[in-house]
């Protein structure tokens, strides 16, 4: 027997695996470790597929430092729009738009640390038009929110939060430092404590290593994550990470199939950086992903909807709606 027919078993019988198990799937001979993670995939998660897009609901001068953003004040970027909270006819078009093409979540992006309790007031009312009039199901991304402002979300219609971690507890000092770790788990903490799911994940090629990738997904899967999704970096020019070596497809396919031995039945979503690997990620969804961001990202091109559509098709999966 295999140490991946270990695992499946050990999985099977209701157990996760541990960090050292983990570990170990990084010396597993690649194809074997894709498709053991794929038919592991097909057991928990059978062939459904989730769909979502992103807009970016306020965009640029960003008060963080995150080491990877364009739309960072610190940094010097070509990503120069800047504009505050859209009002509720834009997204309620954006909502309708994805809607139309099949898409079964939209998510509502907002740069800064955190919404104003102003601002929340008013993107609430969007989120309740966007269920009332187009039914489609709302997940926001509003930073380092508080359990009453997360609860008053909910009120409105959201049905999930997103909050990345991005990396590891050790690592993320490398990557910001006007925010912390600890802020990131309280924000998810007090959105699952008001009801809310969660969807969290990270970006593969800051430069951090295997055991952060792992130890983030640990972390992430503690508080009862079912949403992950795994970014791989786009080096922005003007950020300290323009010069970063994008990571290759094998390293990228062997970090979403660990990410299903250590979450088995989460949907482990694609998202920035996806058009980097070549193939629009028809690899990666034979290597244990099941979900996707469509469109553009926040400030990249991503991969339409339509060319998304076609690619689930094609491998058998059956989209969420």
Not at 13 to 27: H, K, S
Not at 57 to 76: F, L, T
Not at 132 to 143: A, D, L, P, T, Y
């Amino acid at each position: 027997m295999t140490f991946t027919e270990e695992l499946r078993q050990k999985i099977d019988a209701g157990l996760d695996i541990t960090r050292e198990e983990a570990l170990a799937l990084v010396n597993v001979p690649l194809e074997e470790l894709t498709a053991a993670a794929n038919e592991l995939r097909a057991q928990m998660c059978g062939n459904r597929f989730d769909l979502c897009t992103i807009v970016n609901g306020k965009c640029g001068k960003c008060s963080e430092d995150c080491k990877y953003c364009a739309q960072s004040a610190y940094y010097h970027t070509d990503c120069e729009e800047t504009y505050p909270l859209l009002p509720t006819e834009v997204l309620l078009a954006g909502a309708r738009h994805n809607k139309e093409q099949g898409v079964r979540r939209y998510s509502i992006v907002t740069s800064g640390k955190r919404l104003s309790d102003k601002e929340i007031e008013a993107v609430c009312e969007s989120i309740s038009e966007i269920r009332r009039q187009v039914g489609i199901e709302v997940c926001v991304s509003f930073g380092l929110l508080e359990e009453r402002q997360f609860d008053k979300i909910r009120k409105a219609g959201a049905s999930r939060v997103h909050c990345n971690l991005e990396s590891s507890r050790r690592f993320f000092l490398q990557i910001c430092t006007t925010h912390t770790y600890d802020e990131k788990l309280a924000a998810l903490r007090a959105a699952k404590s008001a009801g809310l799911s969660l969807c969290s994940g990270g970006i593969m090629g800051l430069g951090e290593t295997m055991e952060d990738r792992i130890d983030m997904a640990l972390d992430i899967r503690a508080l009862g994550v079912k949403s992950i999704p795994v970014n791989l970096l786009n080096p922005i020019k003007g950020t300290p990470y323009e010069k970063n070596p994008i990571l290759s497809g094998d390293v990228f396919c062997r970090i979403l199939a660990i990410y299903r031995f250590l979450i088995p039945d989460g949907d482990i979503r694609l998202a920035g950086g996806r058009g980097l690997v070549g193939d629009q990620g028809e690899r990666c969804f034979r290597s244990g992903a099941n979900a996707a961001i469509s469109g553009d990202m926040l400030t990249t091109a991503g991969i339409t909807v339509a060319t998304d559509l076609a690619l689930v098709k094609k491998l058998g999966y059956e989209v969420i709606l």
